[in-house]
């Protein structure tokens, strides 16, 4: 038994509508739950654990997957059933990084053909997440990034908006402490902590990092002018404590 939980938002889509009735003609008790309201992945998620649903597609984008993720958090580690995606959002950020198909149909029958393997799970305060949580300008831009701009430009939204933030956006100052690295009075415009690879639309912020080692990249961003963008791209790119204007460590 398979449920697909999908995105109210995206329920409509003829093109989701048309894989999701492929995929069902393919395999054998394919369940469909649609939300409505923020709390709906969480019930539909008990009804398919209580069902015995072994494998479950969340159809969403980032956030959809942010808040599944969140419900099963809430259960013991034996409990949770594996997670698959069906990437229907505007970044579509872990699924990409995780180089899943991002057409619908592809997307479904890899769910159902690719073999399962544990992750990590990150806790921040009483929330969790699997891909990255952003402070400073990046968090504003996916915050105030309207929905609108976002379905018609997709990922580049949020790189049209971060250009417009990031021009008169005063620095937060910052004091990073883990047991084998300090930051102190680090002034960032942007900053993350990293269990994958890439935010806001496809923005790689730590190229080396792994969603199942363990570890953490954290990433700090300081003020710079747009005659700093080089070297900040380069900096990105490979990541080090001693960059002048991006600094990181693996934790």
Known sequence: MVMIILNGKKAGIPTVREAISTFRNEVTDVQVRVTYEYGDVERFMLEAVQNGVERLIIGGGDGSVNEVVNAMATLPRKARPELAILPLGTANDFATACEIPLESLDALRFA????STPIDIVKANDRHFIN????????????????????????????LTGVLKAMDFVPYSSNITTPQNSFQNHDVVAGAICNGKQAGGGQVLAPN??????????????????????QVLEEIRYPSSEGVFVRAFCH
């Open 112 to 115: 159902m053909s690719g073999s």
């Open 132 to 159: 990255t949580a952003t402070a400073g300008f990046g968090a504003q831009v996916t915050a105030d990034t309207p929905v609108e701009l976002k379905n018609f430009l997709g990922g580049g939204a949020y790189t």
């Open 209 to 230: 990092a792994l969603i199942n080692d363990g570890l953490l990249d954290v990433v700090g961003i300081s003020k710079f002018t747009l005659i700093d963008i080089p």
